[in-house]
């Protein structure tokens, strides 16, 4: 894994904003970045960041399995008592999963270690599944990459693939967003250009425009009932809606089901380390609540973890981050160092949710950014992988997205 510098295409902007990539520039500052890109060797890929990810996907799962039955692992999930059933019900029907993202620590060198999983709104979709692809090529094309360079990205003809496995094609999928945010938009987008690939009908509205007829069904924005929605609108947000009170009734197939509650918020991180202690990808994490005593050295610590958090204590006492468990874009993330906080991403956003804790791990530095493999899983498998980079040792809303290539 390396760094290169490279020559930027000609008119790149221009092709951008003809393919729809408008936010190739965000907040004054560039987003889509070709000046360099990150070089990776096959075993790399298919080592290192391809199978353990699969691996991770199904370790998930059988989280998922064991919290749906735990009503105290699902309040410290924050899913709201009176939806506890509708996830559970999810699961226990097996409502199909569509797409999501890990975020990784990678440096080349050793195991990637999962920092998250965007199990629910994975973002930046259309630039790592589509548009860097158009960067390769043309890279190829124009000299600046030799022909057998290659991209670990099959994730659009994976997309098309699961739209086809898992809806007959004479059925309509609905898709929605909040408007006026496009990088929303062009993942929405992204995936409405697969499911028409896959022969389905794919309508886009606003999700503000969300209406509910008199039996209780959900109607898009000309009033057509929704058998089948992808919303691009977190759980945890979408639990706490009123609108949430007519899920179950509307006999609307949720895409991501609701089960992909219990998966797509931090809380998920203590549950994988209590279930996989050691694992080679994980850190040790705990929920902040059972542990703070032992981090401040006062020993109190919840009698259920204290014996993982006394073999993870002195790593955890070295370095964690805290971490609420809603949050985007590593708002309200800090580092905490031998017991001072080094680093902070504020957001009175998400400040207020339940905390976790997880062991401090160093993403890498190429030339004064940090990047972060983003690895993505469609169904259950992974099928590409994309780079976003850093000057700050929290990812945050103004990374930078980076192509890559494999060179053997």
């Given at each position: 894994?390396r760094?290169v510098t490279?020559?930027?295409?000609?008119?790149?902007?221009d092709q951008?904003?003809?393919?729809?990539?408008?936010?190739?520039d965000?907040?004054?500052?560039?987003?889509?970045?070709?000046?360099t890109?990150?070089?990776?060797?096959?075993?790399?890929?298919?080592?290192?960041?391809?199978?353990?990810?699969?691996?991770?996907?199904?370790?998930?799962?059988?989280?998922?399995?064991?919290?749906?039955k735990?009503?105290?692992?699902l309040?410290?999930?924050?899913?709201?008592?009176?939806y506890?059933?509708?996830v559970?019900?999810s699961?226990?029907?097996?409502d199909?999963e569509l797409?999501g993202?890990?975020?990784l620590?990678?440096?080349?060198?050793?195991?990637?270690k999962?920092?998250?999983?965007n199990?629910?709104?994975?973002?930046?979709?259309?630039?790592?599944?589509?548009?860097?692809?158009?960067?390769?090529?043309?890279?190829?094309?124009?000299?600046?990459?030799g022909k057998?360079?290659?991209?670990f990205?099959?994730?659009?003809?994976?997309?098309?693939?699961r739209?086809k496995?898992?809806?007959?094609?004479?059925?309509?999928v609905?898709?929605?967003?909040?408007?006026?945010?496009?990088?929303?938009y062009?993942?929405?987008?992204?995936?409405?250009?697969?499911?028409?690939?896959?022969?389905?009908?794919a309508?886009?509205?606003?999700?503000?425009?969300?209406?509910?007829?008199?039996?209780?069904q959900?109607?898009?924005?000309?009033?057509?009932?929704?058998?089948?929605?992808f919303?691009?609108?977190?759980?945890e947000?979408?639990?706490?809606?009123?609108?949430?009170?007519?899920?179950?009734?509307?006999?609307c197939?949720m895409?991501e089901?609701?089960?992909?509650?219990v998966?797509?918020?931090?809380?998920?991180?203590?549950?994988?380390?209590?279930m996989?202690?050691g694992?080679?990808?994980?850190?040790?994490?705990?929920?902040?609540?059972d542990v703070?005593?032992?981090l401040?050295g006062?020993g109190?610590v919840?009698?259920?973890?204290a014996?993982?958090?006394?073999?993870?204590s002195?790593?955890l006492?070295a370095?964690?981050?805290?971490?609420?468990?809603f949050?985007r874009?590593?708002?309200?993330?800090?580092?905490?160092e031998?017991?001072?906080?080094?680093?902070?991403?504020?957001?009175d956003?998400?400040?207020?949710?339940?905390?976790?804790v997880?062991a401090y791990?160093?993403l890498?530095?190429?030339?004064?950014?940090h990047?972060?493999?983003g690895?993505?899983?469609?169904?259950?498998?992974?099928?590409?992988?994309?780079?976003?980079e850093?000057?700050?040792?929290?990812?945050?809303?103004?990374?930078?997205f980076?192509?890559?290539?494999?060179?053997?």
């Amino acid at each position: 894994m390396r760094k290169v510098t490279l020559p930027e295409r000609p008119n790149w902007r221009d092709q951008a904003a003809e393919l729809g990539f408008t936010f190739a520039d965000m907040h004054g500052e560039p987003y889509w970045d070709e000046t360099t890109a990150y070089e990776f060797s096959l075993r790399q890929i298919e080592d290192d960041i391809e199978d353990p990810s699969t691996e991770l996907h199904t370790m998930c799962r059988d989280a998922v399995a064991e919290i749906v039955k735990s009503e105290e692992l699902l309040e410290k999930l924050g899913i709201p008592a009176a939806y506890f059933d509708l996830v559970r019900d999810s699961w226990g029907r097996g409502d199909p999963e569509l797409y999501g993202r890990f975020d990784l620590a990678y440096d080349g060198t050793g195991p990637a270690k999962l920092l998250e999983y965007n199990a629910d709104t994975p973002t930046s979709l259309f630039e790592s599944a589509s548009y860097q692809w158009t960067w390769l090529e043309d890279q190829i094309k124009l000299g600046v990459l030799g022909k057998d360079d290659d991209q670990f990205n099959g994730i659009h003809e994976a997309l098309v693939a699961r739209f086809k496995a898992l809806f007959d094609t004479a059925m309509d999928v609905h898709f929605t967003a909040m408007s006026g945010n496009p990088e929303d938009y062009g993942t929405v987008e992204m995936l409405g250009w697969a499911a028409r690939e896959a022969g389905l009908g794919a309508h886009y509205f606003d999700l503000e425009k969300l209406g509910l007829s008199k039996e209780g069904q959900f109607l898009d924005d000309e009033a057509r009932v929704i058998g089948a929605l992808f919303k691009l609108y977190p759980w945890e947000d979408m639990l706490r809606d009123d609108y949430a009170q007519h899920i179950e009734g509307a006999n609307c197939l949720m895409i991501e089901p609701a089960w992909k509650s219990v998966v797509s918020n931090k809380g998920l991180l203590p549950v994988l380390w209590s279930m996989f202690e050691g694992h080679k990808n994980l850190l040790p994490a705990f929920f902040e609540d059972d542990v703070i005593g032992g981090l401040n050295g006062t020993g109190a610590v919840a009698a259920h973890v204290a014996d993982a958090f006394d073999r993870a204590s002195d790593v955890l006492r070295a370095g964690h981050v805290r971490k609420p468990i809603f949050s985007r874009e590593g708002a309200s993330v800090s580092i905490i160092e031998h017991g001072a906080t080094t680093d902070t991403a504020p957001n009175d956003d998400y400040s207020a949710f339940p905390q976790i804790v997880q062991a401090y791990h160093a993403l890498p530095e190429f030339d004064g950014y940090h990047p972060v493999i983003g690895s993505w899983i469609v169904g259950t498998q992974c099928v590409g992988m994309s780079v976003r980079e850093d000057r700050s040792r929290i990812t945050q809303d103004l990374s930078r997205f980076k192509p890559h290539f494999i060179r053997d």
